[in-house]
Antibody, heavy 121, light 105 residues
């Protein structure tokens, strides 16, 4: 059974950094890209970027290029996202999501449970 | 980037009622994907490749469309269907619609 287990909730001060984790199990970690998605309270889904765990290559949505850093550890089948210089705008739930493919297209077939990050002084 | 516009933003339906949610793309896309999200939970894949139901999705749900216009339909609303539904497309990059909140009337 495929599972994506994310780390626990975070309370951080403005200006701090935080590193979130997403531990994958039930499949070959290096065979699927991992995406990260932001959801602000009562808002929609916003893509942050993705990592290829096989070679560590990344691709970010432009607005997150100086905010998020994606890494992956193949020895522990864990994907990470570090968020830097936190502001209140970063208060949100963050999901990791595996990119799956059908014969004709891509979508997110498995999701982590989400981690709430609260930025407050 | 292809922009997806969902309508309505919010809709209320009574049990047994038929519900249709629309997703319009700013440019033609080949297929559409839908997710269901309930409060405090992660999104669940719901419909893929425009019209195929994900595992465990009741057959009162259906998806259709082509080009720039797609829809998710619930044939007969049930209480458990109250949720927010998001469309998503895959071309050179992924984008999501803003979501449609389906409430129970």
């Amino acid at each position: 059974e495929v599972q994506l287990q994310q780390s626990g909730p975070e309370l951080q001060r403005p200006g701090a950094s935080v590193k979130l984790s997403c531990k994958a199990s039930g499949y070959t970690f290096t065979e699927y890209y991992m995406y990260w998605v932001k959801q602000r309270p009562k808002q929609g889904l916003e893509l942050i970027g993705r990592i290829d765990p096989e070679d560590g290559s990344t691709d970010y949505v432009e607005k997150f290029k100086n905010k998020a850093t994606l890494t992956a550890d193949t020895s522990s089948n864990t994907a990470y996202m570090q968020l830097s210089s936190l502001t209140s705008e970063d208060t949100a739930t963050y999901f990791c999501a595996r990119e799956g493919f059908t014969t004709v297209g891509g979508y997110f077939d498995y999701w982590g449970q989400g981690v709430m990050v609260t930025v407050s002084s | 980037e292809i922009v997806l516009t969902q309508s309505p933003t919010t809709i209320a339906a009574s049990p047994g009622e038929k519900v249709t949610i629309t997703c319009r793309a700013s440019s033609s896309v080949s297929y559409m994907y839908w997710y269901q999200q309930k409060p405090g939970a992660s999104p669940k894949p719901w419909i893929y490749d425009t019209s195929k139901l994900a595992s465990g999705v009741p057959n009162r749900f259906s998806g259709s469309g082509s080009g720039t216009s797609y829809s998710l339909t619930i044939n007969t609303m049930e209480t458990e269907d109250a949720a927010t539904y998001y469309c998503q497309q895959w071309s050179s990059t992924y984008t999501f619609g803003a979501g449609t909140k389906l409430e129970l009337k």
